[in-house]
């Protein structure tokens, strides 16, 4: 504590040495180090995310054990998140431990979304992407924290459900373009890597060549594209 064992008031404030608070707990210093073994400087001995003070005269939890009640959640989280009991192993008595409740239904338990994966127990879909956390967990593979796990412009939940590309891949037919530009700007199938069927990527199209990726003859003279570039020699 940094204070004078020869002052009953070391810093002349008035408020003997032990009964000051010098972490702002609620509990004094002498409470912390005679009776709890709590961190007098530090506001929370167990970093459970509840202060001692609200540990000890609040919630009569243990300050220096982070899950007191033994359920697989801190005691911070059962007060501030989730509103189960830190004292009670199962709050609801449905006859599963809090921490293997599934509170949001998305198929991860709420010790699983906060201890692993920390996502939202309370919102199936964290990343707001149309997919449920336990679907990119368990499922698809894709990351919950992210709408967009392959950065590619399209959502995770859109290419599973709607697009039928790899949410793991931003070019899922491998011909140069994302499958966010292909949908959303030149209109292209991201699924096939020659739309037109003129013979060259839609890529190449796009990237080297300057044509329409969507017109076989792009330039209408009743030559499709391979054949004016040469490539059938």
Do not use: C, R, W
Not at 96 to 104: A, L, Q, V, Y
Not at 111 to 124: C, D
Not at 144 to 165: R, W
Not at 183 to 208: F, Q, R, Y
């Amino acid at each position: 504590l940094s204070t004078d064992p020869l002052k009953m008031d070391s810093d002349g404030n008035e408020t003997n040495d032990g009964d000051e608070d010098s972490d702002s707990d609620g509990l004094s210093n002498s409470l912390e180090v005679n009776i709890h073994n709590t961190n007098p400087k530090e506001a929370d001995s167990d970093g459970d995310g509840l202060s001692d003070g609200q540990e000890i005269n609040t919630h009569k939890t243990k300050p220096l054990e982070t899950d007191t009640d033994q359920d697989g959640l801190s005691d911070g989280i059962e007060v501030n998140v989730l509103d189960s009991s830190p004292l009670i192993k199962d709050t609801n008595g449905d006859g599963i431990m809090d921490g293997k409740d599934d509170t949001d239904s998305d198929g991860l338990s709420d010790a699983e979304e906060i201890n692993v994966h920390n996502t939202n127990p309370k919102t199936a879909d964290t990343d707001n992407d149309d997919l449920s956390d336990g679907v990119e967990v368990i499922s698809v593979g894709t990351d919950p924290l992210k709408a967009d796990t392959d950065a590619d412009g399209l959502s995770d939940g859109n290419e599973v459900n709607l697009h039928g590309t790899d949410p793991l891949d931003a070019d899922t037919d491998d011909e140069g373009l994302s499958d966010g530009d292909e949908v959303n700007t030149h209109g292209t199938d991201p699924l096939n890597s020659d739309t037109d069927a003129d013979g060259i990527k839609d890529g190449d199209e796009v990237n080297i060549y300057g044509t329409d990726p969507l017109d076989p003859d792009t330039d209408n003279d009743g030559l499709i594209e391979v054949t004016e570039i040469g490539f059938l020699g």
